[in-house]
């Protein structure tokens, strides 16, 4: 799993202003497959990767590749993928 967290303090954290937006998992055609309420405290990186390992394990389409979105895809709140 990969999450787009910051490596130092130039990069921006993708969860400020959206932690208590929805995790939106899309396949790698760009269909939407899971979309998921944020816990009571919101997301944070941590919980962004192990909801996505969980359901990678356990979603057949999402073992091939996924894009993670807070917030809905037009949005464009991109937050992590599979693969760079």
Not at 36 to 59: K, R, S
Request: glycine share 8%; with cysteine.
């Amino acid at each position: 799993m990969i999450v787009a967290r910051p490596i130092n303090k130039s990069e921006p954290c993708l969860l400020k202003g959206n932690r208590q937006k929805d995790l939106y998992l899309y396949d790698l055609e760009g269909s939407l497959v899971v979309r998921q309420n944020p816990p009571f405290d919101g997301w944070t990186y941590d919980t962004i990767e192990h909801m996505a390992e969980h359901l990678t394990a356990e979603d057949k389409i999402l073992k091939f590749g996924w894009d993670a979105y807070l917030g809905d895809k037009v949005s464009d709140n991109w937050i992590g993928s599979s693969e760079v």
